[in-house]
Structures are given as C-alpha cells and as structure tokens.
Nanobody, 125 residues
Framework: QVQLVESGGGAVQAGGSLRLTCTAS????????WGWFRQAPGKGREGIAQINSDGSTYYADSVKDRFTISQGAAKKSAHLQMNRLRSDDSAIYYCAAGLTSPIWTRLQSSAYNFWGQGTQVTVSS
C-alpha cells in the first residue's frame, strides 16, 4: 500500500517562497511519475507541475518560470519549489504519483493512482 504525505505548506507574503515535499511510503515503483495539483476554494483541481522518471518536467502556464518540480534521490519523494508567490497561488496543494497513463495526460487528475492528503498554502498580498 502506497501512501503519500505532503509537508512544507504555510502562510507567506506575496513575492515570497515555499518548498513543498511529498514523501512516499510503501512499495512505490521507481518508474512512477509525480504531479503537483492545487485546488482553490470554489475551483476545480488544477494540475500545475509534473515530473517523469527520466527527469523531464512539464508545467502549467500559471506557474511556469516560478515553480520547479524535482524528485528526491531515491525517487521516493518529490518537491515543489515555489518562488515569486502571488495571492492567486493560495490553495490546497496535493501531490500524486502514477505509473500507467500516457505522458500527454499527466497534468490531469485521472492519470494518478496515489494521492496525498493536501497541504494549505496561503499567500497574502
């Protein structure tokens, strides 16, 4: 059984930075890809960053050039470095891991098998 746990959320002022970490426990295949999603109040879940086992990454336009996704050394964790945060980045952030979906689907929730419980990020202006 795979479980994902996020950490690193919190409150920050606009222009600041946060680093989120997602750690997997259990038997997660090291070929898995990872994704970060977020959901703001009253909005749907948005895929914002994704990394594959070969290190290739993809970003939503809303976070490109501000956020960076990376994997831990043993591929059992993923990180999201968030810089130049804005008030519209405030949301609950979720990490996810998957194994079987095509690469062009991996900013979609349906591509993922395992999810963390979410961590709150609040950016004040």
């Amino acid at each position: 059984q795979v479980q994902l746990v996020e950490s690193g959320g919190g409150a920050v002022q606009a222009g600041g930075s946060l680093r989120l970490t997602c750690t997997a426990s259990g038997d997660l295949d090291t070929r898995s890809y990872w994704g970060w999603f977020r959901q703001a109040p009253g909005k749907g879940r948005e895929g914002i960053a994704q990394i594959n086992s070969d290190g290739s990454t993809y970003y939503a336009d809303s976070v490109k050039d501000r956020f960076t996704i990376s994997q831990g050394a043993a591929k059992k964790s993923a990180h999201l470095q968030m810089n130049r945060l804005r008030s519209d980045d405030s949301a609950i952030y979720y990490c996810a891991a998957g194994l079987t979906s095509p690469i062009w689907t991996r900013l979609q929730s349906s591509a993922y098998n395992f999810w963390g419980q979410g961590t709150q990020v609040t950016v004040s202006s």
